[in-house]
């Protein structure tokens, strides 16, 4: 019983910190164009590549967290990005 308590709480923690990471990057990019944010992207993809820190599979992680909440058009533009970028 005292193991699914702190199997809870972890996940209410780590739930938590998500949704204050995803409220952040609302407020940072929120107001940003399309292209702004496509342009933004192609700036920290670059920047990670060079610096040797560029994980296609953390990135096709994290997208696969925002598809459910992505209309089918933002899904193909998504899915367009990550064939640019090689991932």
Avoid: W
């Avoid at 702004?36 to 992207?41: D, H, M, P, Q, V």
Wanted: aromatic fraction near 6%; proline fraction near 1%; glycine fraction near 4%.
């Amino acid at each position: 019983m005292l193991r699914c308590m702190r199997k809870k709480l972890k996940n209410y923690k780590t739930q938590k910190i998500n949704e204050e990471k995803a409220a952040e990057l609302v407020e940072k990019y929120g107001n940003m164009s399309e292209n702004a944010l496509f342009e933004k992207l192609m700036e920290e993809v670059a920047g990670a590549k060079s610096r040797g820190n560029f994980s296609a599979t953390e990135l096709a992680e994290n997208v696969d967290k925002m598809r459910p909440y992505l209309t089918h058009e933002q899904v193909e533009k998504l899915n367009h990005l990550l064939r640019l970028i090689g991932s």
